[in-house]
Antibody, heavy 122, light 108 residues
């Protein structure tokens, strides 16, 4: 069965970092882009960045430059998103999502993870 | 950054009726547009890509049209399971890929 399975919910202190994982199963991993999209409770969707695992270089939204790092481990078919210098404004559901076509970062997202809730609170 | 604007914010429709949702891009994005459906406590689900191609297993009552800057998602006859929030997203050339703010389709 084709799926992306994310790590569990996190509670973090302001100023700390969080690292969320996204493991692919039943799908080819290395040549398809994985993007990270977040959703603040009750609000819309925001693309944060993405990576094509076989190329290994993350591409980030300018808003998150310097604070987000997206990596991928092709040996375990797992992508990671690390966000640093957390504030309450980073409290959100974080999703990983796969691009439809091999080798394209610019693409629609056909497979989504179940989401990881990150809560930032002192 | 391309701004995606959806209208209306909320659409009240009776079951069996037609729903028409709009999405406008701040610049030409060709046909590089997707539509998603999101229900409470679920991730988004891809409905349409390439502005008009239905994704796998999407019912034929969902259709997309448009190119350039103006796009439409039509649900021909609303079923109970279609009441949800719908988002458009562009994926034209360079990131960031941006989403519209969403249209909530609610029961009238």
């Amino acid at each position: 069965q084709v799926q992306l399975v994310q790590s569990g919910a996190e509670v973090k202190k302001p100023g700390s970092s969080v690292k969320v994982s996204c493991k692919a199963s039943g799908v080819t991993f290395s040549s398809y882009a994985i993007s990270w999209v977040r959703q603040v409770p009750g609000q819309g969707l925001e693309w944060m960045g993405g990576i094509i695992p076989m190329f290994g270089k993350g591409n980030y939204r300018q808003k998150f430059q310097g604070r987000v790092t997206i990596t991928a481990d092709t040996s375990t078919s797992t992508a990671y998103m690390e966000l640093s210098s957390l504030s309450s404004e980073d409290t959100a559901m974080y999703y990983c999502a796969r691009g439809m076509r091999r080798g394209y970062l610019d693409d629609a997202f056909d497979i989504w993870g179940q989401g990881t809730m990150v809560t930032v609170s002192s | 950054e391309i701004v995606m604007t959806q209208s209306p914010a909320t659409l009240s429709v009776s079951p069996g009726e037609r729903a028409t949702l709009s999405c406008r891009a701040s610049q030409n994005i060709g046909s590089n547009l997707a539509w998603y459906q999101q229900k409470p406590d679920q991730p988004p689900r891809l409905l349409i890509f390439g502005a008009s191609t239905r994704a796998t297993a999407i019912p034929t009552r969902f259709s997309g049209s448009g190119s350039g800057t103006d796009f439409t998602l039509t649900i021909s006859s609303l079923q109970s399971e279609d009441f949800a929030v719908y988002y458009c997203q562009h994926y034209n050339n360079w990131p960031p890929w941006t989403f519209g703010q969403g249209t909530k389709v609610e029961i009238k």
